[in-house]
């Protein structure tokens, strides 16, 4: 069975060539990175999250070394690490904009721990558009609250050039889009209120609806929707579209098979639409299992993205922090007590020092 498995996985790599010597033809990817995920514990698609059910990858905190993970990944050509965390993690369950001390405190210790890197560190509401099971704007929290949020969020990191700031992660079942929109636009929404916190040069990611499908941004109506979102100034700088995708035959990224690199479905629309309206995207989660299937889609997909660098920034992989090395996605590294070893998929596909598709490695 062994033998057979080298045989057939030698046969993919070779099959992915020509994808991958096209995509060096063009300018490289941008970022590369990792989810550091353990804040965001506890947390549905909902946005139902309870502050105790968070699992910090902080070793102080819970015994994982997430500083150590983003180190090695650092060390690898990773630069940047998106740090998910639950909005009632950071209010302590209240449904407010107002930060709770304590918790903001160990949040930022993961922060920190990511800047002290080098890397970019992407600040990411993990609430799938809700708090409690109700959509923001539309129901659930006022504007104004999802603006105080981000107004305080936005302050204490106004002079970081890099930190990222993730508006949400992976709204859907969005009622209206336009109105969705609207929650990054209008004047006590989080991209003014980010703006006017003093950070006014940082990239903040706007998601669509559909879990921030990369496959049907356009079709969604997310696309023309979030084209609209402007900085306070009337300008669209770095204000980049956040797209998910996942390789699985039904999307969802929780099945370890991949059937699909999602060139002609996903990113040849996107890069299309991207590139006709002046605008660029990141994609903030992708991943699969640490098998053969995987290895291949995702090396075409990652080549493919490299060839379209001048409007798709990079790829963040799911996930590593404080998942178990048994996850189906799993990334994380385990340490032998000398050294970090990665995944699978991470060491094939994922690292930059494997791919070479990243301007950090180049």
């Not at 080298?6 to 020509?18: I, K, M, N």
């Not at 514990?41 to 699992?55: E, I, K, L, P, R």
């Not at 998601?207 to 969604?220: E, L, M």
């Not at 998929?345 to 791919?355: A, G, Y």
Request: hydrophobic share 40%; proline share 3%; glycine share 10%.
């Amino acid at each position: 069975m062994a033998i057979k498995f080298l045989h057939s996985f030698v046969a993919a790599v070779l099959s992915t060539t020509t994808v991958l010597v096209n995509a060096q033809t063009s300018a490289l990817l941008r970022f590369a990175g990792v989810n550091i995920a353990g804040f965001d514990f506890g947390c549905g698609t909902d946005g139902t999250c309870s502050a105790s059910g968070a699992v910090p990858p902080i070793f102080q905190l819970s015994g994982i070394d997430g500083a150590g993970q983003m180190q090695h990944f650092f060390d690898d050509g990773y630069n940047v690490f998106r740090l998910p965390v639950g909005w009632q993690y950071l209010t302590n369950d209240q449904m407010t904009g107002v930060l709770d001390e304590t918790q903001f405190a160990k949040y930022n210790m993961l922060v920190s721990d990511c800047l002290s890197t080098g890397a970019h560190c992407l600040i990411d509401i993990h609430n799938y558009g809700r708090y409690n099971g109700q959509v923001i704007g539309q129901g659930g929290p006022s504007n104004k609250v999802f603006a105080e949020l981000w107004s305080n969020i936005a302050s204490y990191w106004k002079n970081e050039t890099k930190v990222i700031f993730g508006v949400m992660n992976e709204p859907h079942d969005i009622p209206n889009i336009s109105a969705w929109a609207e929650s990054g636009m209008i004047s006590l929404s989080a991209v003014t209120a980010i703006r006017e916190a003093g950070a006014s040069t940082q990239m903040i990611l706007l998601p669509g609806t559909d879990y921030a499908s990369a496959k049907t941004f356009v079709s969604s109506g997310s696309a023309d929707a979030l084209g609209e979102v402007k900085n306070p100034d009337g300008t669209f700088t770095n204000l980049i579209m956040d797209v998910h995708k996942y390789l699985d035959y039904d999307g969802s990224g929780t099945n370890a098979e991949c059937v699909t690199n999602g060139i002609d479905d996903t990113w040849t629309p996107l890069a299309t639409w991207l590139r006709a309206n002046g605008r660029q995207a990141l994609n903030s989660e992708t991943g699969g299992g640490n098998v053969e299937s995987c290895i291949n889609y995702l090396s075409q997909a990652i080549s493919y993205q490299a060839s379209q660098s001048d409007v798709i920034l990079g790829y963040i992989g799911w996930a590593a922090g404080s998942f178990a090395t048994n996850y189906v996605l799993s990334q994380v590294p385990s340490y032998s007590g000398t050294s970090w070893n990665d995944t699978l998929l991470v060491s094939m596909t994922m690292s930059p020092k494997t791919n070479k598709f990243v301007v950090t490695v180049a």
